[in-house]
């Protein structure tokens, strides 16, 4: 059974960085894809990045295009995104996610491919 929690959220101000973790239990971790959503107050849940099963190919939001960076590490079963240039409309709880019913060559955008969820960790950016 796969588990996922995420952590490194936090309050920062405009122009800061941060580091969401993903960590991921049991011993497949490396045959699936994983993304990262967010979900703002009153808005619903909206696809961040995603990233494959070797960590060769990645799939990032337009509005976060060039400012995140997903990445991974197989050996620590840890799934990252590094967020640069944070903006107050970066403000949400994260939630990273594991797609372990498709290949893990296949990105995903659309959070009902997405079968593992964490508990989500709360990013705020300040202005």
């Known amino acids: 059974q796969v588990q996922l929690v995420e952590s490194g959220g936090r309050l920062v101000q405009a122009g800061g960085s941060l580091r969401l973790s993903c960590a991921a239990s049991?011993?497949?971790?490396?045959?699936?894809?994983m993304g990262w959503f967010r979900q703002a107050p009153g808005k619903e849940r909206e696809f961040v990045a995603a990233?494959?099963?070797?960590?060769?190919?990645?799939y990032y939001a337009e509005s976060v295009k060039g400012r995140f960076t997903i990445s991974r590490d197989n050996a620590k079963n840890t799934v990252y995104l590094e967020m640069n240039s944070l903006k107050p409309e970066d403000t949400a709880v994260y939630y990273c996610?594991?797609?372990?019913?498709?290949?893990?060559?296949?990105?995903?955008?659309?959070?009902?491919?997405?079968?593992?969820w964490g508990q989500g960790t709360e990013v705020t950016v300040s202005s």
């Open positions: 996610a594991a797609d372990t019913r498709s290949h893990g060559s296949i990105l995903r955008d659309a959070a009902r491919w997405y079968d593992k």
């Open positions: 049991g011993r497949t971790f490396s045959s699936y894809s």
């Open positions: 990233i494959t099963y070797t960590g060769a190919a990645t």
